[in-house]
Each structure stands twice: as structure tokens, then as C-alpha cells.
């Protein structure tokens, strides 16, 4: 009979340890574009990879930009990541904004917090962003339109496939940077 009570016990425990919070789940992303481009140990392959892309693109529409994507600044509305939605004003003030020049900065509020080169090929409707920072790894995302809405899908290419995002276009002088 005790060793029946100190297994049911023991098994008990087993179950209750594997059932409590992850202390090293992520809470949630803080900005999106920098969790979305942390670092990843395929970081130099990758980069790699979509710098040749960007380049190859790059040739092949002969340096012409899109105003879809280019006017004005876009900022973060809703991130849908390892199935959550984000909170309403969870990413207020969090913005991204494509020059024509194919550069980019982003950032929140009035601190530009990075950059980079990108490629937004209108006719497939996929942008591909590379980053200054080396150790950050690239990204590539299907783009829809509506409006002054735009929905970026993470492609599997450098593994963002589980990340949605919502953006509205905003007037420049938003974040007077």
C-alpha cells in the first residue's frame, strides 16, 4: 500500500512539475521587426542567400521603386505570432518606413532603432529586408494592400512563416524623426 501511495505521489508531482509556466517563454514581441530578425546560427547563410536575391532583383527592375509601398510610413497595428494576437496599441508608435531608394529605417516613436536594404517585387508581391546588423538575420514577406492597410505573411525562406503583421500608412512627419 505505501508503494502504491508513493508512486501515485511521485507520478503526481511528475505531471504538476511538466504542467507549470515556461519561465523562459518569450512574453511577447516588443518591437516586431527586431524579434522577427533575431539572430539565428544559419544568420551568414542566410545572409548570403538574400543578399545575391536582392541583388538579382534589384538588376532586374532596373532600380524602379513602387509608391505602394514607399509613400509615407508605415506603423505596426497587430503582430500575430506563435499563435497569439497581439493587444490593441501593443505596437503604438512602433513604425517602418521604405525609401526609394530601397533603404529602410524603423523604429518607435521619434528613435530610429535600425536599418537596412529591401526589395518589394510588385508583380510576385514579396518584400525581402536585409539588415545592417549582420548578426540580424534576413527576412522575407508576402505583402497585400488595401488602402492604406498592408499585411505582411512571413514566407518559410528564412523561417518567419508563423508571423502576420498589419500595418497603416501614416504621414512621415508621425514621428518627426
Not at 97 to 123: A, C, I, Q, R
Not at 136 to 149: H, L, V
Request: glycine share 6%; charged share 25%.
Amino acid at each position: 500500500m505505501n508503494r502504491f501511495i508513493f508512486t501515485s505521489l511521485f507520478a503526481l508531482f511528475i505531471i504538476l512539475s511538466a504542467c507549470k509556466p515556461d519561465a523562459n517563454k518569450p512574453k511577447g514581441i516588443k518591437n516586431p521587426i527586431k524579434d522577427a530578425i533575431a539572430t539565428s546560427p544559419h544568420n551568414n547563410d542566410y545572409r548570403a542567400n538574400a543578399l545575391s536575391i536582392l541583388d538579382f532583383r534589384n538588376k532586374k527592375t532596373e532600380g524602379k521603386s513602387f509608391s505602394i509601398i514607399e509613400a509615407d510610413t508605415w506603423e505596426y497595428q497587430f503582430v500575430y505570432t506563435k499563435g497569439e494576437m497581439s493587444k490593441e496599441g501593443a505596437y503604438a508608435g512602433n513604425w517602418i518606413d521604405f525609401m526609394p531608394d530601397f533603404n529602410y529605417n524603423y523604429g518607435k516613436n521619434t528613435v530610429v532603432e535600425g536599418s537596412g536594404k529591401y526589395h518589394y517585387d510588385s508583380d510576385a508581391a514579396v518584400l525581402i529586408m536585409i539588415n545592417d546588423d549582420v548578426s540580424k538575420k534576413p527576412q522575407e514577406w508576402t505583402a497585400k494592400f488595401a488602402g492604406d492597410a498592408m499585411v505582411l505573411v512571413g514566407t518559410n525562406s528564412y523561417n518567419d512563416n508563423s508571423i502576420q503583421m498589419k500595418l497603416e500608412r501614416v504621414p512621415d512627419s508621425t514621428f518627426n524623426r
